[in-house]
């Protein structure tokens, strides 16, 4: 039996809370931000619904500048295509939830 409650986490886009179990996990990892899909990347990570509307939005200017501020990392222009192909592919590869 478990005494302590599970982890719950705010989606940054919805700002559903959710279990952390239930939340696809953003990091930078490497210097790059990626999607966390085991949740092991060391460090600071901020998480996101797995709904394809909440996906889709990380793509705006807006999440994009809200990530940064959150992750505490200035990022490049090449590095964050680099991520929004990776949530184009995660998309394409596990449709809709």
Do not use: W
Not at 73 to 92: G, I, N
């Amino acid at each position: 039996m478990r005494d302590k409650p599970y982890p719950i986490r705010t989606c940054i886009v919805c700002g559903h809370k959710d279990y952390k179990s239930n939340l696809l996990r953003i990091a930078c990892h490497e210097g790059e931000i990626r999607l966390d899909k085991e949740q092991k990347f060391p460090g600071r990570g901020v998480y996101v619904c797995t709904n394809v509307s909440c996906l889709q939005k990380l793509n705006s200017s807006r999440i994009q500048k809200r990530l940064i501020n959150l992750l505490q990392k200035s990022l490049q222009e090449v590095t964050y295509k680099k991520f929004q192909q990776e949530v184009k592919e995660f998309l394409s590869k596990y449709g809709q939830n």
